[in-house]
DNA sequence: CGCCAATTTGACGAGCCTCAACTCGCGTGG
DNA sequence: CCACGCGAGTTGAGGCTCGTCAAATTGGCG
């Protein structure tokens, strides 16, 4: 039943759409967006909510608005990696693709806003727009994997708690269009174990390791989840990549 | 200089391309093709060559025609790990990027088909055929690289050595479309260092599981390069994923 | 106030890394 | 022809990081 618990919620017309010029939709404009908007709704998940089972047929794609989800994916004896991180703007499915490979799930309280599958992927084929928005979105992911490789592959446990809370401060960061500075507060919609799945560590570990960086002046908690940062470059130094996370693309 | 290395070879047509079905030039026929066919020019590169240096400029895009290569990344001190492996059908570069994000290496004799980058950015744009290809071979990569997130995240060192065995029998098989059954032999373009690079792990511990596997009658060498597995299914158990491989895609 | 889930902390061990020595195959040149 | 060097690979000893198991603590909420 985890559809059923994605009741619909009102809708906003895209205008004022926060992920308006970040999502697929990001280069439409008249009819291409009016057609949009005709096919759209929402759905909304609590945290914990699983949005769709790897396996299970799923005949909608969808972009994130708000809140944040992960792909799962396991071994049979229960090891947990999540593969995606989806936060707003992010884009869920795979046209032509019915069943999906992965386990998606809700991480913080999610709000989607969802298009049928068949009906997107017509769109896809008659509107290029959308499709090599699309196309770009995917290489921009398979970018953000292969930087999650080297992180997985050969970063310590302290330089991954570092990185990972990089890429959450330059994500929120980004949908403001402004660039992480001095002294930032980033949420953490992840449970420990969450950030452990992502992280490829135990839940264990990624609590002793936030709580040397805590000793060490690195972050300050303000309850379990916000995370606030004295020193962003600090920060960045701890996460062992020195780059400056490159244009504000 | 390393273009001034990659000397051009003799072409062969399309139409006898050993990756004619595979590539992003699949779907293409009649003109669309003749329009690839009449721009291409081939590149060579020996084991061991870099193709471009993370950072340069790159003016082509390419197909893999024979042989292998890697996509490395590192962190300042040195630490490195691969984050692609191209083989035969795959696609090199990012349409739209001028600058390689990745350092790019002939894991053995190389052979690339090659596009000059602004002429086939124009065609992905004229070119649905194309572009569609483009997409789906990009999502495939990004299903790729999430298998391997939960290999270097998850598995053990043991695992992920059978887990690269698993996948390189797969690609060869399916380059003839066939599935790896039984007795099988596969070619490893790799050194041990480069194995390891990709596994996140040191050559000596992947000699050392190389070691084990063979002890154990899971593999047997011949040379450094040549492995025999006696049963195809033994290795897949030891990958600790026991999933069939799904389709013959 | 008390329960429960999430998190923290501690003790200990396993797996993989580091450093180092040794082997193997192969091409080179005396 | 064979010593030699060299790069690739193998093997060994010991240590560090992180995982495992277990217990204590915290915080939210009825």
């Not at 759209?40 to 914990?48: L, N």
Request: charged content about 30%.
């Amino acid at each position: 039943m985890p559809h059923d618990a994605a009741l619909c919620a009102t809708q906003q017309p895209c205008e004022i759409c926060p992920i308006r010029y970040r999502a697929v939709c990001a280069h439409c404009e008249g009819d291409e967006l009016a057609e949009l908007e005709g096919m759209k709704f929402y759905r909304r998940y609590e945290a914990g909510q699983v949005v769709v089972w790897a396996g299970d047929r799923m005949d909608f794609v969808a972009s994130v608005i708000a809140g944040m989800a992960g792909l799962t994916q396991q071994l049979e004896d229960g090891r947990t990696q999540m593969v995606g991180l989806l936060l707003p703007s992010d884009f869920l499915g795979r046209p032509g693709r019915e069943v999906a490979a992965y386990t998606v799930t809700a991480t913080s309280d999610l709000l989607l806003c969802c298009f049928r599958r068949k009906p997107f992927e017509k769109l896809l084929i008659d509107n290029p727009r959308i499709a090599s928005r699309l196309l770009e979105m995917t290489l921009d992911e398979l970018d953000a994997a292969r930087d999650w490789l080297l992180l997985l592959g050969r970063k310590s446990a302290r330089e991954k708690i570092a990185s990972l809370l990089v890429i959450l401060a330059r994500r929120a960061a980004a949908l403001v269009k402004r660039r992480p500075e001095g002294r930032i507060v980033i949420e953490l919609p992840l449970t420990r174990e969450a950030m452990a799945d992502y992280l490829g560590l135990t839940l264990e570990t990624v609590s002793r390791q936030m709580s040397t960086l805590k000793r060490e002046g690195v972050i300050e908690l303000d309850g379990k989840r916000r995370v606030i940062v004295p020193s962003f470059v600090r920060l960045v130094t701890e996460s062992g990549d020195d780059s400056d996370g490159g244009p504000l693309s």
